[in-house]
Nanobody
């Protein structure tokens, strides 16, 4: 069955870095646009980064530009989110999402077909 599994979250100090990974199985990863979303307590889920079939086609939420990098490794069926210079406002559960097909990136939750279980990122001193 379709499965997306996030990993790499944890507790870090402000200014620290984490790399989230999302391993995908059960569908053709190389044909699927991917995204990372996050949800803080009491807030709506929001797109933080997205990537099209080409790794050069990407989107970033304004507040993470220059700090986060989304990438994909089709040979490993894995999408990554490198997070640098982390801030307390980055604290949230981070979710990986996959769309069955597409030719660009997608930034709305409704555009995605499959979701991971989420991984907690906590940025605190």
């Amino acid at each position: 069955q379709v499965q997306l599994v996030e990993s790499g979250g944890g507790l870090v100090q402000p200014g620290g870095s984490l790399r989230l990974s999302c391993g995908v199985s059960g569908f053709t990863f190389s044909s699927s646009p991917m995204g990372w979303f996050r949800q803080a307590p009491g807030e709506d889920r929001e797109s933080v980064a997205a990537i099209g079939l080409s790794g050069g086609i990407t989107y970033y939420k304004d507040s993470v530009k220059g700090r986060f990098t989304i990438s994909r490794d089709n040979a490993r069926n894995t999408v990554y989110l490198q997070m640098n210079s982390l801030k307390p406002d980055d604290t949230a559960v981070y979710y990986c999402a996959a769309r069955q097909y597409g030719s660009t990136y997608y930034i709305t939750a409704g555009a995605y077909d499959y979701w991971g279980q989420g991984t907690q990122v906590t940025v605190s001193s």
